[in-house]
C-alpha cells in the first residue's frame, strides 16, 4: 500500500528526492513519516508531516538539508535531500497513519513501505 522510491548513489554534497505512493486506500488524513535504518543500527526518525502539510517534523542530523512534503490529491509524500552527507546513508522507509502527538515515534505508524536504498559516497 506504500511505495517508496527515488533512491540511489551519489556523492556527498549531492541531493536525492524520495517518493512514497500510496495505493488502495487514501492516507489525505493521516501524519505521514520517514525513517531510515543503516547497517547494523535501529530504524530512526527522519522527517514527519501533518496531515493539512502545516505542521513538519525534521531529526536535528537533517533539518536544513531535507524538506518533506505531500500531495494529498494525489497520495503522494516526497522527501528532498540536499547536501547529503555519508552518514545519510541507509535504507529509508515511509509510514503512514502515525500520530500527531507523537510523530517521530515509529511505533506509533500503522503502515510502512518496503524502503528504499540511499547510499552516499565522500
Known amino acids: 500500500q506504500l511505495q517508496a522510491s527515488g533512491g540511489g548513489s551519489v556523492q556527498a554534497g549531492g541531493s536525492l528526492r524520495l517518493s512514497c505512493a500510496a495505493s488502495g486506500r487514501t492516507f489525505g488524513g493521516s501524519v505521514m513519516g520517514w525513517f531510515r535504518q543503516a547497517s547494523g543500527k535501529e530504524r530512526e526518525f527522519v522527517a514527519a508531516?501533518?496531515?493539512?502539510?502545516?505542521?513538519?517534523y525534521y531529526d536535528d542530523s537533517v533539518k536544513g538539508r531535507f524538506t518533506i512534503s505531500r500531495d494529498n490529491a494525489k497520495n503522494l509524500v516526497l522527501l528532498q535531500m540536499n547536501s547529503l552527507k555519508p552518514e545519510d546513508t541507509a535504507v529509508y522507509f515511509c509510514a503512514a497513519d502515525g500520530n500527531s502527538w507523537f510523530p517521530r515515534e515509529a511505533t506509533r505508524y500503522g503502515f510502512w513501505g518496503q524502503g528504499t536504498q540511499v547510499t552516499v559516497s565522500s
Open positions: 508531516i501533518s496531515w493539512s502539510g502545516n505542521s513538519v
